[in-house]
């Protein structure tokens, strides 16, 4: 059982081989190969049909020469065999045997079958024993006796060769005296004409199957290897290996393919390189684009999982360090964000949609995110490739528009009420004018005069806002700040005098030049003095100073508690540092986190003055586009300071406009907030 199932696969194997072996064979090979087995079968067919039928009419005309020859003999010798004369006999029966080459041998046997004559061995002598007597006896059916004129004929294969054997029955007057067996030898031209037809024949099929063979092998070196080799190449090259080469050296047509398939991988190859050298090229700008997008990007698959996904999106979605390859993208976002995109990427998965736009509110940070879902697709429109997400972030936007709609509230807050307290005099005056006096005249004209000044100013302070928060690029030259101090502190000189309120300008004449613009440092100077003014006490001192800080740089705690100064490395460059300090009654802890603010105003017992509340944000900006900020420390009844720091005309320009756009973003954000 284990040998058959042993043999079982081997015989598997052998046939699987010649399989391949006869599938390597081209189509040509394989027709030539059928065709002339078919011509070498047939031809060989009929020429061992032919030879078949010489043989057989051959062996008939054995058969009747072999029966004549016994039939003739027999009647010779039958009266001597009957009068006994076997001296004549063998005479006879050796003059016969030597007169025909055929007649192999000849015997004669008596009634029992014992052969008593054989030529060419001799029988018994009549008077006595002799050792060439034959003592075989001939053993042949009893139907010969009863049928004499139909001796038996048969053939049989000597190692001498074939030998045609007649037994013919020995009747004289009726009775049966014996048997007659005759040997012939087969017709030799009938044997030579056979023998001759056979090695025809053979060297026929044999010389068929040579040309076969050597055909093939023609076919082999000249068509069917180049064939192969050219279908190797062939199928290299399908599979993207431009680098194959066919080292076959032929002439005529087929070298011409030849050489002409080596040149065509050459240029594919060539052209591949091109090709990939663009591919990676367009491929790194892709992701580079993708990486420096502002925006979100993703990219899914055909189920939905995450295929690609730019550091925008890892960042809105707290994904950095994770592995988002091959992950679903719902099991990867917020619970509540997940829920919004549900349907909208299910429809786009099912393709009962090409595109959502879809915007969500996020928490733990509070984020407006927009994002939109494109179905990608082949460029037959039907299978679908994946879903490329693009991720917004409207926070800033959102704010931005909240900021906007509140400086608008509080811009048409401000303007409101000087504009109806115009209206409401002037109409007082229009229609009940005939009825004032004089002085109530003059009092409702300064009201309104005064409400018209009021909103003046707060037209320019917005203006002024608005220029600052354009973006506009500030012109700077190197400048001394010391004069336009001076002239601040002239300015005011009368308000002082009148309020009784020390100036003290306390700058060193040898102060650094700046990198400034003078007319908004001006501004600056008086819009800080004017405020300081305005909230000091009676007899108490205003102090506008200016020196070079830090005059030796270092990192250590703070300096000075009591007036939160402290080193504060921020160029390598020293800066010229501004202060302008009141004695007045301080302002507090609540109301110094919203000083800057737009419209926002100290409104207590002690504030009273009017004012727009645009004052020191329009400050705040002007020092903000010199690269600096602008900083207060106030204690309640013991004063206030203002202070900020100035480039020197040292410092690079581009680095200041870099430090104004990182004041300015910092300070935006905390508006919003």
């Known amino acids: 059982m284990k040998n058959s199932q042993q043999s079982g696969p081997e015989q598997k194997s052998f046939l699987e081989k ?109 008077n006595g024993y002799s050792e060439l007597q034959l003592t075989r006896r001939l ?13 038996l004929v048969r053939q049989h294969l000597t190692p001498q060769g074939q030998i045609t054997d007649v037994f013919v029955p020995l009747l004289w007057e009726g009775k049966y005296l014996g048997t007659l067996a005759l040997g012939v030898n ?23 199957w040579v040309l076969v063979i050597l055909g093939a092998v023609i076919n082999t070196l000249t068509i069917t290897r180049p064939v192969k080799e050219l279908l ?40 591949n390189e091109a090709n990939i050298e663009e591919l990676t090229s367009a491929q790194v700008k892709q992701q580079s684009l993708i990486a420096t997008m502002a925006d979100g990007a993703l990219l899914l698959d055909e189920q939905g999982r995450i295929v690609l996904a730019n550091p925008t999106a890892k960042r809105l979605f707290r994904w950095e360090g994770r592995k988002l390859e091959g992950q679903e993208l719902l099991n990867e976002l917020p619970e509540i964000l997940s829920n919004e995109l549900h349907d909208s990427l299910t429809s786009l998965l099912k393709q009962s949609a090409e595109s959502n736009d879809i915007r969500c509110s996020l928490d733990e940070p509070k984020r407006t995110l927009r994002i939109v879902l494109q179905s990608v697709r082949e460029p037959n429109k039907e299978t679908l490739k994946g879903i490329a997400v693009t991720v917004q972030d409207l926070t800033r936007e959102v704010e931005l528009n909240a900021a906007q709609s509140r400086f608008i509230s509080n811009v048409s807050h401000e303007l409101r009420t000087p504009l109806f307290n115009i209206k409401s005099y002037v109409e007082t005056l229009h229609d009940l004018g005939d009825q004032l006096s004089e002085d109530e005249k ?22 002024d806002l608005s220029k600052l928060e354009t973006g506009r690029s500030v012109q700077f030259e190197s400048l ?74 270092f990192t250590g705690p703070q300096i000075n508690q009591q007036s939160n100064l402290f080193c504060e ?105």
Request: proline share 4%; net charge negative.
């Open 569 to 673: 490395l921020i160029s390598p460059l020293p800066r010229l540092r501004v202060e302008v300090s009141d004695t007045g009654h301080g302002i507090s802890k609540e109301a110094q986190e919203r000083i800057f603010d737009r419209f926002f105003r100290v409104e207590d017992s002690v504030h009273t003055e009017v004012g727009t509340g645009l004052g020191l944000s329009i400050a705040r900006g002007i020092v903000e586009k010199h690269g600096g900020k602008i900083r207060i420390a106030s204690e309640p009844n013991i004063g206030t300071t203002f202070w900020f720091d100035l480039p020197l005309e040292q410092a690079d320009a581009d680095e200041v406009f870099l430090q104004s756009e990182r004041a300015s973003k910092l300070s935006f954000d905390e508006t919003l907030d």
């Open 232 to 271: 190797r190449g062939v199928r290299e090259i399908a599979a993207g290996k431009f680098d194959a080469r066919i080292s076959i050296p032929k002439s005529g047509e087929l070298g011409e393919l030849l050489d002409s398939f080596n040149t065509m991988a050459l240029q594919l190859e060539a052209y």
């Open 186 to 208: 087969p017709n030799e031209k009938t044997l030579a004409n056979a023998a001759l037809t056979r090695e025809v024949t053979v060297a026929v099929f044999i010389s068929i």
């Open 442 to 463: 003059k009092e409702f004209l300064g009201v309104a005069n005064s409400e018209a000044d009021r909103l003046a100013r707060l037209v320019n302070d917005v203006l």
């Open 139 to 151: 053993t042949l059916p009893e139907t010969l006796k009863k049928h004499p004129q139909n001796p």
């Open 480 to 553: 001394d700040l010391l004069p336009a101090m001076e002239q601040t502190l002239r300015n005011y000189k009368l308000n002082a005098d009148e309020k009784k309120v020390s100036l003290k300008l306390d700058v060193n004449e040898e102060i650094p030049k700046v990198l400034g613009n003078w007319d908004l440092l001006l501004q600056v100077l008086d819009n800080l003095v004017g405020n300081a003014l305005k909230f000091n006490r009676a007899g108490g001192l205003l102090t506008l100073r200016a020196y070079a800080w830090p005059d030796t740089c």
């Open 18 to 126: 010649i399989r391949v072996w006869w599938e390597e064979f081209s189509l040509q090979t394989k027709l030539l190969a059928i065709a002339t087995l078919a011509v070498s079968l047939m031809m060989t067919g009929i020429t061992f049909f032919v030879l078949n039928g010489i043989q057989r009419d051959a062996g008939i005309n054995d058969t009747r020469y072999a029966r004549d020859l016994g039939l003739l003999l027999s009647g010779n010798v039958s009266e001597l065999i009957a009068s006994g004369k076997n001296r004549e006999l063998a005479s006879i029966a050796e003059k016969f045997w030597r007169s025909s080459k055929s007649i192999r041998y000849i015997f004669f046997a008596d009634e029992d079958g014992l052969i008593y004559l054989g030529i060419p061995v001799s029988g018994a002598p009549e």
